[in-house]
């Protein structure tokens, strides 16, 4: 009962909020955007970088671009990465 009560509170509160992923091409190239338990899996830090042009002659087109870095923490036992994303659509 008090889980169905909190998910319909949960579609008034957020009734307005629309939300789609950017999809990439090669999104295996991006360890976090393809799967955040990979920050750190790597021994030497990683940046990785990322861009989506569609329809790049046309005005009002749409542009992503996406930046990462992580890196191992031994004291950790994990990882460390931050990710930026802008996507203008």
Known sequence: MIKAFLLILSF???ENCFAQDP???QSHSNAIYLNP???GCF???????GLRLQW????????????????????L???L?????????
């Open 37 to 39: 338990a990979l920050t």
């Open 12 to 14: 008034v509160f957020f």
């Open 56 to 75: 790049p002659n046309l005005t009002g087109s749409y542009n992503t671009y996406c930046a990462s870095y992580h890196q191992l923490v031994r004291i």
């Open 81 to 89: 990465g931050c990710y930026y994303m802008y996507d203008n659509a």
């Open 43 to 49: 021994i030497s830090p990683v940046l990785s970088e």
């Open 23 to 25: 999809q990439f091409v």
């Open 77 to 79: 036992h994990g990882g």
